[in-house]
């Protein structure tokens, strides 16, 4: 009988090894950060991570909040209590690369952990488009060696990369991405693994799921039934639901 629930979020990340690539959903203040498996990810002490997420520079320490330049108020809060951000991860010096779409390298009012890896020279980030990376995941998931994008023609994001013209513009070849884990959060799973959002949780998650050889999922509850209708990732994309130690920042 079918049954992809584990006991804790120790047991779902427990063969995370260090080195591994791992693609994380969720952005930044909006539902949908997997706190829970993040933090028990960085409680096993791995070293070199390759991570994959549309941001990762906040940490739990420090300086959390965006500022904006000229020096008004921040516009993203510190992480709430009991959150867990990726960037949690590059402030234990637990990351080796990031794939990411944005930093604050050039914004002189915030130093994330990820950005001081970076300035030390002891983390790599290699930036791109949102879209761009959801297609990259989009391909691995679906066994696809890349797509053509017109994105970053011309410019540093294309440069080393193979350029084909379509229709008289240049597009750019962006290679599939195949994380070892891809982890993400919902706010609803029955047993099988079938899985359903709310709200901003739809952002990258369900592009994220299925995409890394194995996929696991924090949720707000395990319920007996779910509607066909409202499935959003069906089971064959989810090896493996723990519950959630917290309401995964809905409002």
């Given at each position: 009988m079918i049954n992809k629930v584990v006991e804790s979020a120790a047991e779902a990340v427990a063969d995370i090894e260090s080195g591994s690539m791992i693609a994380f959903g969720g952005f930044v203040g909006v539902p949908g950060v997997p706190s829970t498996l993040i933090k028990a990810i960085a409680e096993r002490g791995l070293r070199d991570l390759t991570i994959i997420a549309c941001e990762s520079g906040r940490g739990r320490a420090g300086a959390q909040s965006y500022g904006v330049p000229g020096g008004g108020q921040p516009y993203i809060p510190e992480p709430e209590d009991g959150v867990y951000p990726v960037g949690y991860l590059a402030e234990l010096g637990q990351v080796r690369?990031?794939?990411?779409?944005?930093?604050?390298?050039?914004?002189?009012?915030?130093?994330?952990?990820?950005?001081?890896?970076?300035?030390?020279?002891?983390?790599?980030?290699?930036?791109?488009?949102?879209?761009?990376?959801?297609?990259?995941?989009?391909?691995?998931?679906?066994?696809?060696?890349?797509?053509?994008?017109?994105?970053?023609?011309?410019?540093?994001?294309?440069?080393?990369?193979?350029?084909?013209?379509?229709?008289?513009?240049?597009?750019?070849?962006?290679?599939?991405?195949?994380?070892?884990?891809?982890?993400?959060?919902?706010?609803?799973?029955?047993?099988?693994?079938?899985?359903?959002y709310r709200h901003g949780a739809r952002t990258t998650n369900p592009v994220v799921a299925g995409s890394g050889n194995v996929t696991i999922v924090e949720v707000e509850e395990v319920v007996d039934y779910l509607d066909p209708q409202h499935i959003v990732t069906p089971s064959p994309y989810v090896d493996r639901i723990v519950l959630s130690d917290r309401r995964l920042m809905v409002r």
């Amino acid at each position: 009988m079918i049954n992809k629930v584990v006991e804790s979020a120790a047991e779902a990340v427990a063969d995370i090894e260090s080195g591994s690539m791992i693609a994380f959903g969720g952005f930044v203040g909006v539902p949908g950060v997997p706190s829970t498996l993040i933090k028990a990810i960085a409680e096993r002490g791995l070293r070199d991570l390759t991570i994959i997420a549309c941001e990762s520079g906040r940490g739990r320490a420090g300086a959390q909040s965006y500022g904006v330049p000229g020096g008004g108020q921040p516009y993203i809060p510190e992480p709430e209590d009991g959150v867990y951000p990726v960037g949690y991860l590059a402030e234990l010096g637990q990351v080796r690369k990031a794939i990411t779409t944005f930093s604050s390298l050039n914004n002189p009012n915030f130093d994330g952990p990820l950005e001081a890896g970076v300035r030390r020279g002891e983390v790599e980030i290699e930036l791109i488009g949102q879209g761009s990376l959801c297609e990259r995941l989009r391909c691995g998931r679906a066994g696809l060696g890349g797509v053509y994008t017109p994105v970053g023609a011309g410019t540093k994001i294309g440069a080393g990369k193979d350029i084909r013209h379509f229709d008289g513009v240049p597009h750019v070849l962006e290679t599939a991405l195949r994380p070892d884990f891809a982890i993400i959060s919902a706010y609803q799973a029955d047993r099988f693994g079938n899985l359903v959002y709310r709200h901003g949780a739809r952002t990258t998650n369900p592009v994220v799921a299925g995409s890394g050889n194995v996929t696991i999922v924090e949720v707000e509850e395990v319920v007996d039934y779910l509607d066909p209708q409202h499935i959003v990732t069906p089971s064959p994309y989810v090896d493996r639901i723990v519950l959630s130690d917290r309401r995964l920042m809905v409002r």
